[in-house]
T-cell receptor, first 114, second 109 residues
Framework: DGGITQSPKYLFRKEGQNVTLSCEQNLNHDAMYWYRQDPGQGLRLIYY???????QKGDIAEGYSVSREKKESFPLTVTSAQKNPTAFYLC?????????????FGPGTRLTVT | GQNIDQPTEMTATEGAIVQINCTYQTSGFNGLFWYQQHAGEAPTFLSYNVLDGLEEKGRFSSFLSRSKGYSYLLLKELQMKDSASYLC??????????WGAGTKLIIKP
């Protein structure tokens, strides 16, 4: 079955620690995205990547970092510099330029930092 | 700035029809998406409109008027499983996807 996996589903961390969220897809999509979702707000784009070894900042990239060493994988690191990291994080992929095509989403990771 | 407006919450009765509106002000327009998101889960694609008019897909239909900056999602024969949030997203002139905050739909028996 083709799809996107994110792990873990729930993640708890202490303030001051970096944490890496996993995202893997086997849809053979070129483009991948990371979003953050907070209650009462729309999805906000953190980073996106259109091809391997290249990625671009989204609207709220501060305090986050990514890598795209393989087409299938796009991990997100939430660093201690992110002031309010507790949120629901969604990874997505699409078969083309980011706004023009349907995006397929992973199940999400709910991160809680205390 | 770019803005998408949707009602925060709506309530409807099982078996009825509900219309969820979305109005937008964006720099350019290259299409509008509707996604469904059940609580705690991933959004899933419902529809994509780029031309004016109504697109029907089973119990769900989506309408677009580009001149009015307006779209709606129409859900017929509501079922309890339709309880979810419905997200409107607009593609602007730079092919950036601008997301609305979503409309939480509550279905009552």
């Amino acid at each position: 079955d083709g799809g996107i996996t994110q792990s873990p589903k729930y993640l708890f961390r202490k303030e001051g620690q970096n944490v890496t969220l996993s995202c893997e897809q086997n849809l053979n999509h070129d483009a991948m995205y990371w979003y953050r979702q907070d209650p009462g707000q729309g999805l906000r784009l953190i980073y996106y990547s259109q091809i391997v070894n290249d990625f671009q900042k989204g609207d709220i990239a501060e305090g986050y970092s990514v890598s795209r060493e393989k087409k299938e994988s796009f991990p997100l690191t939430v660093t201690s510099a992110q002031k309010n990291p507790t949120a629901f994080y969604l990874c997505a992929s699409s078969n083309g330029e980011r706004g023009a095509y349907e995006q397929y989403f992973g199940p999400g990771t709910r991160l809680t930092v205390t | 700035g770019q803005n998408i407006d949707q009602p925060t919450e709506m309530t409807a009765t099982e078996g009825a029809i509900v219309q969820i509106n979305c109005t937008y002000q964006t720099s350019g327009f290259n299409g509008l998406f509707w996604y469904q998101q059940h609580a705690g889960e991933a959004p899933t694609f419902l529809s994509y409109n780029v031309l004016d008019g109504l697109e029907e897909k089973g119990r769900f239909s989506s309408f677009l008027s580009r001149s009015k900056g307006y779209s709606y999602l129409l859900l017929k024969e509501l079922q309890m499983k339709d309880s979810a949030s419905y997200l409107c997203a607009v593609v602007d002139s730079n092919y950036q996807l601008i997301w609305g905050a979503g409309t939480k739909l509550i279905i009552k028996p």
